[in-house]
T-cell receptor, first 114, second 114 residues
Framework: DVKVTQSSRYLVKRTGEKVFLECVQD?????MFWYRQDPGLGLRLIYF???????EKGDIPEGYSVSREKKERFSLILESASTNQTSMYLC?????????????FGPGTRLTVT | GENVEQHPSTLSVQEGDSAVIKCTYS??????FPWYKQELGKRPQLIID?????GEKKDQRIAVTLNKTAKHFSLHITETQPEDSAVYFC?????????????FGKGTKLSVIP
């Protein structure tokens, strides 16, 4: 059974702080993803990674960076948090192959920036 | 990149009736179309998916149909039950360098009225 975990369920940070969100998967998946979810906007891709130390920008990468030093762990970094980054952040992982496969999601981190 | 439109944004049905959610996509090279269900406060989970080599797939009360020519696909839920109440997201895979990733629709909030 695939398990994707995220470091925090709820997080409150101040404007300008550096924020780290961590995601760990235990199924040896090559691909990992970070999304933010906002009401009425669905799931928007921030960054994804298809291998260790590899990353690709998604649709809304501005203000974010990522790190993947180990296959099972994918971190999202907010260099200087702003109030418009208040959101639900979801991590996901999937196998790789010819095209896309099912993505398994973590429970989400609700980040509030004040 | 891929663009996915999903309709309607909200849907209310009486228990026992059918529900249909429709999505269109823009990239004719997309070959994988999953549907995710997200219950309140929970993570999105795959409920059914379809690849472009078939036109329809069923799993008990849910079915997905795909029309590649028209670039649209639909989710059908028959004999709806209160536990079907959730937000449903359609998605389509990217193409080229982004073929591992999914582009999601904005979601449909389904309410099943007992």
């Amino acid at each position: 059974d695939v398990k994707v975990t995220q470091s925090s369920r709820y997080l409150v940070k101040r404007t300008g702080e550096k924020v780290f969100l961590e995601c760990v998967q235990d199924m040896d998946h090559e691909n990992m993803f970070w999304y933010r979810q906002d009401p009425g906007l669905g799931l928007r891709l921030i960054y994804f990674s298809y291998d260790v130390k590899m990353k690709e920008k998604g649709d809304i990468p501005e203000g974010y960076s990522v790190s993947r030093e180990k296959k099972e762990r994918f971190s999202l970094i907010l260099e200087s948090a702003s109030t418009n980054q208040t959101s639900m952040y979801l991590c996901a992982s999937s196998l790789t192959g010819t095209g896309a496969y099912e993505q398994y999601f973590g429970p989400g981190t609700r980040l509030t920036v004040t | 990149g891929e663009n996915v439109e999903q309709h309607p944004s909200t849907l209310s049905v009486q228990e026992g009736d059918s529900a249909v959610i429709k999505c269109t996509y823009s990239d004719s090279a997309s070959n994988y179309f999953p549907w995710y269900k997200q219950e309140l406060g929970k993570r999105p989970q795959l409920i059914i998916d379809i690849r472009s080599n078939v036109g329809e797939k069923k799993d008990q009360r849910i079915a997905v149909t795909l029309n590649k020519t028209a670039k649209h696909f639909s989710l059908h839920i028959t004999e709806t039950q209160p536990e079907d109440s959730a937000v449903y997201f359609c998605a389509a895979e990217g193409s080229g360098a982004g073929s591992y990733q999914l582009t999601f629709g904005k979601g449909t909030k389904l309410s099943v009225i007992p």
